[in-house]
């Protein structure tokens, strides 16, 4: 058949928090945290993905659950390439798992060199034909409908769970950019820290996951409830478990700090962007992607810092996922912005 390619096309969002994975033709195929728990002393891979996500704070000695990657790079390299390979594995499926496939990564903006090859080297030892780089709010932008070959500007605010990318983008590719180390794991964090202060309780990471994804917001509107949520963790002061009672307005004040932070960047953009390209992005608005962006309220937040329209997109959380498998059908428009493997010859 005309076109017929025997190898699959792959775009991976190889994210801190968690690791999609889109197939040509078929769709986001695989959406699993980006955990692995391994036995110490062997290095034997006991679980990946959610299997091993269910596993955080809850191994015996002889087993540790880890995330290998980090503010959105490679932490450690070697538990991320078998993390890596268990996915791939999961989704190359029937005559297509015979040929090698190509596959597209997105990275962070902000990535160094060394942090690219490590990205690649990664790629290519899973078993990739061809691997290819591109940064990340690109890859937002195109999963999220955007024209990137157009000569206009367009905003792109990604909200991952290891960094959050700002970029002004026009004609496939990036004017302006900047990245930020701060984003959900932060704010998870965050949470972590306000109720340790406040309450003296120690709460794990997927307890505040829970709070910021249940009663989590940036701002609170004058017209909304302060909603509850009641939590479970250690005492700090006599060791035993405590409940408490968490509100949406805890939330607020926990995450000022890093929101506020995420909301400096979006400005510094904008004063760094082209007087033409901001005239485009206040006609077009500010397009929000990645799971942060779904936090109650974010967008109203920016829409008053900046005086900008803010749309969060309607596929926020696999916009970058979709975009980057979608990439690999735009080389021609993007071969000035996207990484090859040849990179790796240098």
């Not at 692995?36 to 002393?41: K, T």
């Not at 390439?81 to 902000?110: I, Y």
């Not at 160094?112 to 780089?133: D, M, P, S, W, Y």
């Not at 006609?283 to 920016?302: C, P, Q, V, Y």
Request: glycine share 10%; hydrophobic share 45%; net charge negative.
């Amino acid at each position: 058949m005309f076109g017929f390619k025997p190898w699959q096309e792959i775009g991976v969002d190889l994210g801190t928090a968690t690791v999609l994975i889109y197939v040509k033709g078929q769709g986001i195929l695989l959406r699993e945290p980006s955990v692995i728990a391994m036995v110490r002393d062997t290095g034997e891979v006991k679980a990946v993905g959610a299997d091993a996500y269910n596993m955080l704070g809850r191994t015996p000695g002889n087993i540790t659950a880890v995330r290998p990657m980090r503010d959105g790079v490679i932490a450690d390299y070697d538990l991320t390439e078998k993390m890596l390979q268990a996915f791939v594995r999961k989704v190359v499926t029937g005559p297509g798992r015979f040929f090698r496939p190509h596959v597209m990564v997105c990275v962070p903006s902000g990535v160094t060199e060394v942090e690219r090859r490590a990205v690649l080297q990664a790629t290519r030892e899973v078993g990739a034909r061809k691997a290819f780089l591109i940064e990340e709010p690109l890859a937002a932008a195109i999963g999220s409908g955007v024209n990137i070959a157009e000569p206009s500007g367009s905003m792109i605010v990604d909200i991952g769970g290891g960094t959050t990318d700002v970029a002004v983008i026009s004609l496939g590719g990036i004017v302006v950019s900047e990245s930020l180390r701060i984003a959900g794991n932060e704010f998870d964090e965050s949470i972590i820290r306000y109720i340790r202060h406040k309450e003296n309780l120690l709460i794990g990471e997927r307890t505040a996951e829970e709070i910021k994804t249940k009663i989590g917001a940036a701002m609170l509107r004058e017209d909304e409830e302060d909603r509850t949520l009641e939590v479970r963790g250690r005492d700090l002061i006599n060791g035993l478990p405590k409940t408490i009672t968490v509100r949406t307005s805890d939330t607020v004040e926990a995450l000022e700090e890093p929101i506020q932070k995420i909301a400096d960047g979006v400005r510094r953009v904008l004063e760094k962007a082209p007087p033409e390209l901001v005239s485009d992005v206040i006609d077009r608005g500010i397009i929000m992607t990645g799971g942060g962006s779904l936090l109650a309220n974010f967008d109203e937040l920016l829409r008053r810092t900046t005086g900008i329209p803010v749309i969060v997109a309607e596929n926020a959380t696999d916009a970058v996922a979709l975009g980057t498998g979608q990439a690999l059908d735009m080389l021609h428009v993007l071969q000035d912005a996207l990484i090859s493997d040849n990179f790796l010859r240098r």
